[in-house]
C-alpha cells in the first residue's frame, strides 16, 4: 500500500512538473507569435504560389484551364492551413522546445520576449527573414551557370559511364 502511494505521488509530481513544462514553452511560443508567424507565411505563399504558376503556365493552358487550376490551388491552401494549423502544430513545437530546453532556459526566453528588445525581435524577425533569404537568392543566382555547368559534366559522366 505504501509503494502504492508513492508511486502516486512521483507519478502526479512528474505530471505537474511536464503540465508546467508544457504550459511555459506554450507561452514562449505564443510570446514568440509562432501562430502568427504560421498565419502571415500562408497569406504570404498563396499569391506567391499562384504567380509562380501562371508563370510556368503561361501560353500552354486555356483561361478555362487556368481558372481551375488556380481554383484547385485554392483548395489546395485552405487544405495546408487547416492541416498545418496553430492548433494542430501546437504540440509538437511544444515537443521539440521541451526536449531542447530546460524549464529555466524556457523561463530565461520568456524574460527576453518579454522585454522591449524581445518584442522587437519578435516584430522584426520577418523582415529580418525576408532579407536574409532575398541575399541568399542573389548568390544562388551568381551560383547558377556554375551549377548548370557542373550539372552537365555530371550527366555527361553518367551517360559515359553507362555507355561502357
Known amino acids: 500500500m505504501i509503494m502504492v502511494l508513492i508511486l502516486a505521488t512521483v507519478t502526479l509530481s512528474c505530471a505537474a512538473q511536464m503540465t508546467a513544462g508544457y504550459d511555459s514553452v506554450e507561452e514562449l511560443l505564443l510570446l514568440m507569435r509562432i501562430d502568427e508567424t504560421l498565419t502571415r507565411t500562408f497569406a504570404q505563399m498563396r499569391p506567391t504560389f499562384l504567380r509562380q504558376f501562371q508563370q510556368l503556365a503561361g501560353e500552354e493552358l486555356t483561361p478555362e484551364q487556368v481558372q481551375i487550376t488556380e481554383k484547385y490551388l485554392e483548395k ?9 494549423s496553430w492548433e494542430k502544430l501546437k504540440d509538437d513545437y511544444i515537443r521539440i522546445y521541451s526536449a531542447v530546453y530546460t524549464e529555466e532556459e524556457i523561463r530565461e526566453l520568456i524574460e527576453f520576449y518579454r522585454s522591449p528588445v ?5 516584430e522584426q524577425m520577418p523582415v529580418l527573414m525576408e532579407e536574409s533569404m532575398a541575399i ?6 551568381n551560383l547558377m551557370p ?5 550539372t552537365a559534366e555530371m550527366q555527361a559522366e553518367l551517360e559515359e559511364n553507362i555507355s561502357q
Open 136 to 141: 541568399s537568392q542573389k548568390y544562388l543566382l
Open 118 to 122: 524581445g518584442q522587437k525581435t519578435v
Open 146 to 150: 556554375r551549377i548548370q555547368e557542373l
Open 76 to 84: 489546395l491552401f485552405d487544405l495546408m492551413e487547416e492541416e498545418l
